[in-house]
């Protein structure tokens, strides 16, 4: 089965592959939030809820909520983010923060080119 | 919403600008941490426009001043800067401010953006000796160059520069009067420059002419945060307020309670200080912000009154008002139901 990305309207990102989940936030989100400095992930096993606050993103500017786009477990945290934030910075598609077995998606993900469209 | 006169160049140079102060101003260029080491390594160049200038002037103004404000400016000379706290009948601060003496009968204010009407008016109430007071905030513009080679820069515009810290010299562009002054907000040396608007654009871009010889930064107000928080400098509206008593935030140095009679002088005298200003060094990971709770142990002791990560010492740092008398051996921070463990250190963190 293919791998496919989804967008939410609170830019973050999910690739999902059929009941697993890849998670971060956006080019576009880590450019609003400028220098990232401290990421605040969840535990490994903890539940996330799709549209609910999973992960803290702390820039020198503020500290911004990351809205979860799925319901389900958190099978994994990146745990280079630890010391190194600034990668989100760098290539937010290549930082995620968390991995997740899915149970439901939130409503209104969106396709690549639907969010571009959105962000702009 | 005011702009000030450089909001135009600074916005076609790339400024994000936020609301502050009643101003939009320039929150950052290209990036808060990039603009930080440029001014503590190199130089960076601010526009703090938004800034107040008042002018005091009459043969009474020192006597004026000595009254108004809660330093000593008897034995001050001229082309001096000196800080100073300006309280309320209650001892409580109304503002903090520079004050500039050009001579015995004349000195220049410069104050906090927001506090501009509420300052201009607390004096008009106090004038007591019949000094003439001017607003020429709307008149004057002001850029600030900060860093190491802040004084190589500003070399290359006006040549002569003051050579103290906290003086000031008269100097000249394009043949108009402009006040340099070796002062400024991020515990870098360096200088604040003072003209009338029509100039401060070309100043500007005078300075932006070195750019490649001296890598300089445009810095906005992101950085100054974090460049006076390291630097443990207070900021109106977080450190302190009208409701802040003068004596609780380790400044006393700036406030001559022996001095003849001076506003707030009789409740300096008689209340004693319920809290105190404290530095924290946050050893877990993590922000400690505006409003957070202070805790000792599991004792709640006061809240930070501002925080950030410190781009130089590389860990978070925080001040947090709390009770005068607390035991501050085991400090915890609440940032949002999470316990950070921090430890009191002395002001400021860094030190140039």
Redesign the interface.
């Known amino acids: 089965m293919a791998k496919e990305l989804k967008f939410s309207a609170s830019h973050e990102w999910a690739e999902l592959d059929g009941k697993t989940a890849v998670i971060g936030v956006t080019d576009y989100a880590a450019e609003l939030m400028?220098?990232i400095?401290?990421v605040?992930l969840p535990a490994v096993g903890s539940r996330i809820k799709a549209g609910a606050t999973f992960a803290?993103i702390?820039s020198?500017?503020?500290?911004s909520e990351v809205f979860s786009p799925v319901t389900g477990i958190v099978t994994a945290v990146n745990l280079s983010l630890?010391d190194s934030p600034e990668l989100i910075n760098r290539d937010a598609f290549a930082a995620y923060l968390i991995k997740a077995d899915v149970e439901a998606l939130e409503d209104g993900l969106m396709t690549e080119s639907e969010y571009n469209k959105l962000k702009h | 919403m005011k702009k000030t006169v450089l909001y135009d160049r600074l916005a076609e140079l790339g400024g994000k600008f936020v609301e502050f102060g009643g101003f939009f101003m320039p929150?950052?260029f290209l990036?808060?941490?990039?603009e930080?080491r440029a001014v503590r390594s190199g130089v960076g160049i601010f526009d703090v426009s938004h800034m107040g200038e008042f002018l005091l002037e009459g043969e009474n103004a020192e006597k004026e001043i000595n009254y108004l404000f809660t330093n000593d400016f008897s034995k001050m000379p001229a082309g001096k800067v000196r800080y100073t706290l300006m309280c309320n009948t209650d001892g409580g601060i109304v503002d903090d401010l520079l004050v500039y003496k050009v001579n015995d009968a004349k000195y220049y204010l410069v104050v906090n953006a927001s506090n501009i009407d509420k300052d201009r008016e607390h004096i008009l109430t106090n004038l007591k000796y019949g000094s003439k007071f001017t607003d020429l905030s709307d008149k004057i513009s002001m850029i600030a160059v900060q860093g190491p080679l802040a004084a190589a820069l500003t070399g290359e515009i006006f040549g002569k520069l003051p050579e103290g810290f906290y003086t000031f010299i008269f100097s000249k562009f394009a043949g108009h009067d402009v006040v340099v002054s070796r002062t400024g907000y991020t515990g870098e040396d360096g200088f604040e420059i003072y003209s009338e608007n029509a100039l401060t654009v070309d100043i500007l871009n005078e300075l932006l002419k070195f750019n490649d010889k001296y890598n300089t930064a445009l810095a906005g107000l992101?950085s100054r945060d974090?460049l006076r928080l390291e630097s443990a400098m207070p900021l109106y509206g977080h450190e302190m307020n009208a409701e802040t008593l003068a004596t609780e935030l380790g400044l006393d140095a700036y406030i001559k309670i022996g001095k003849a009679d001076f506003v707030g002088k009789a409740a300096l005298t008689s209340k004693k200080p319920k809290y105190r200003r404290i530095g924290l060094k946050i050893t877990d990971?993590?922000?400690a912000?505006e409003g957070c709770k202070v805790l000792n142990g599991s004792e709640e002791i006061g809240h930070v009154t501002s925080g950030?990560?410190s781009?130089t010492l590389g860990y978070s740092v925080a001040m947090a008002r709390v009770g005068v008398d607390s035991d501050t051996s085991d400090i915890y921070v609440d940032v949002?139901g999470?316990p950070l463990k921090a430890e009191a250190v002395a002001m400021p963190f860094y030190k140039r």
Do not use: C, S, W, Y
């Not at chain 1, 020198?60 to 500290?63: G, I, P």
């Open positions: 400028g220098d400095v401290f605040e803290n702390e020198v500017k503020a500290v630890n | 929150v950052q990036g808060i941490l990039g930080h992101g974090t990971k993590g922000i912000r950030t990560m781009p949002r999470r």
